[in-house]
């Protein structure tokens, strides 16, 4: 039966002049809404993203006064070694003076922090931009990330290391909000 021809069949409706203009005025007030609710969601994700990315800047100058501490402190351990060592092993201690200072050279984090201020800055210009932008701040948010990460690897002192998970952390919130808007 259903093969039958006109067994089944949809009229086809047309919409009136009147019908269509309600129609019409619904979807352009609904796509209204849509972009003030998005760029009200914008607002606070921007004030979020600055509030982050500010806290990880501020961050670098908590750092300085244990960067201090942290070379005194690996000098001394090296030489309250070499004390250990003098009695039992010859050393040129000009040579040892020199392996020092390359030693605490490695260990040197100011081209990490100058760095990673400089993505932190970057990343706030990028975010003023009125072009889209949200890959170029990922991009951004991973170079923060190599950055704390050397930061903490080089470190060598328990307060740097506290320091650099709060700053991953924050990064982390970071990252995870900007994966929202993409």
């Known amino acids: 039966v259903l093969r039958m021809p006109d067994v089944i069949s949809t009229p086809q409706e ?10 019409s005025a619904a979807i352009v007030e609904a796509c209204h809404k849509v972009n003030v609710f998005r760029e009200s969601e914008g607002a606070v994700l921007a004030k979020d993203f600055t509030k982050r990315i500010c806290l990880i800047r501020d961050m670098i100058d908590e750092v300085t006064p244990f960067e201090e501490n942290r070379i005194k402190t690996i000098r001394e351990k090296f030489e309250n070694g070499l004390a250990d060592l003098s009695p039992k092993v010859q ?19 100011t081209e990490e922090k ?19 932008n949200g890959k170029k701040l990922g991009f951004i948010v991973q170079e923060c990330g190599r950055e704390i990460n050397t930061l903490g690897s080089k470190s060598n002192d328990f307060d740097i290391q506290q320091i650099v998970v ?3 952390d924050e990064l982390e919130k970071l990252k995870e909000q900007l994966a929202n808007i993409l």
């Open 166 to 168: 709060r700053m991953k």
């Open 114 to 132: 100058v760095r990673l201020r400089k993505h932190c800055n970057y990343f706030l210009e990028t975010m003023e931009e009125p072009q889209a």
């Open 91 to 109: 050393y040129d201690p000009n040579r040892m003076e020199q392996e020092i200072f390359y030693y605490l050279e490695k260990l040197d984090i």
């Open 14 to 23: 047309e919409l009136t002049d009147e019908l269509w203009n309600a129609v």
